[in-house]
């Protein structure tokens, strides 16, 4: 296993080395924690001159990384340490290995050509992949649910989990749009996803949108997509988002929701506001978790059976 893993890490270098795209490092550490509402993440009690509080763990590189590309690093990648707390199971470990880049001058179709040829060469002498396949979110959502995942029915959606055996999705989700759309999505959709290929999803409801733009056409939805295999998620990526102002209101609004459902308080980064408003390059990026990648090419059931320390022996 561990053997592969350098084969994989050696591939993906080759990959991008091809391409001109330049590898870079990020701390770990940081001043600022992201707000995204769905995850969780480690502080320090670092405390010591000229620093007034701990720092944060990374959840992602994504921040310094665009910190970066608004220097002009031109298209970058990083194979980086990542770490989110409370996730440990089958498919998740709090520090975990990520694959993140970023395409200068890449529209959204653009970089799912890309995402299409770096698995093709991944896979390549493992296991024969049908090729890739992409759907929109509301096609797919609307073909396995019956549901419109643009348009909020709270009625439809209690309906649907009724009908479905899952009546704690009621008390789970509320009236929270975006809540409901990732239970039934993972529910009901995910597993079906990406049997024996590559399948990208593209064009999330833009209450979604997290780090993407707002479609141009159709203000509806983001330009995000997500990669799955076997019904496994791989990863997420955006068109992204340059606004400032916007990604500052999105970082108060995610702060804001993070404070109703009681999670730990996030610390916004600054510093990428400042990147943005010095401006960064129209982009396009993808973040892929390379352990869950490892497990479908070596056919493994759980995360465990690719690391070389779970954290059940850290």
């Known amino acids: 296993?561990?053997?592969?893993?350098?084969?994989?890490?050696?591939?993906?270098?080759?990959?991008?080395?091809?391409?001109?795209?330049?590898?870079?490092?990020?701390?770990?550490?940081?001043?600022?924690?992201?707000?995204?509402?769905?995850?969780?993440?480690?502080?320090?009690?670092?405390?010591?001159?000229?620093?007034?509080?701990?720092?944060?763990?990374?959840?992602?590189?994504?921040?310094?990384?665009?910190?970066?590309?608004?220097?002009?690093?031109?298209?970058?990648?990083?194979?980086?340490?990542?770490?989110r707390n409370g996730e440990s199971g089958r498919f998740h470990n709090p520090e975990f290995t990520l694959l993140e880049w970023y395409r200068v001058g890449f529209t959204l179709p653009q970089l799912m050509d890309e995402i299409a040829e770096l698995m093709a060469v991944l896979f390549s002498g493992h296991s024969a992949l049908s090729p890739a396949e992409r759907f929109s979110y509301q096609d797919i959502f609307q073909r396995h649910t019956g549901l419109n995942p643009l348009e909020f029915s709270y009625k439809s959606y209690c309906d649907f989990a009724q009908n479905n055996h899952a009546v704690e999705a009621m008390d789970i989700c509320g009236y929270d749009h975006s809540l409901w759309l990732d239970f039934i999505f993972t529910h009901y959709v995910q597993p079906y996803l990406g049997e024996n290929s590559v399948c990208m999803v593209y064009g999330y409801p833009a209450c979604q949108s997290s780090l993407a733009r707002i479609n141009e056409r159709n203000s509806q939805v983001s330009d995000r997509v997500e990669v799955f295999i076997s019904g496994i998620e791989l990863g997420n990526g955006y068109y992204e988002l340059t606004d400032a102002k916007e990604q500052n209101r999105r970082f108060d609004s995610e702060k804001a929701i993070r404070q109703q459902r009681n999670r730990p308080v996030a610390v916004k980064d600054k510093h990428l506001i400042g990147a943005l408003e010095a401006g960064i390059p129209e982009c396009s990026g993808m973040a892929i978790g390379l352990d869950r990648l490892l497990m479908l090419l070596t056919n493994s059931s759980t995360i465990n059976d690719v690391l070389n320390f779970p954290i059940s022996r850290a």
């Open 1 to 83: 296993m561990m053997r592969l893993r350098a084969q994989l890490l050696a591939d993906i270098r080759q990959f991008f080395s091809s391409r001109a795209v330049l590898e870079v490092e990020t701390p770990v550490l940081s001043h600022s924690s992201g707000t995204d509402p769905q995850l969780d993440f480690f502080t320090t009690d670092y405390c010591s001159p000229p620093l007034e509080e701990g720092l944060f763990l990374q959840t992602s590189p994504e921040f310094a990384m665009k910190r970066l590309l608004a220097a002009g690093s031109g298209s970058i990648y990083q194979i980086a340490k990542a770490f």
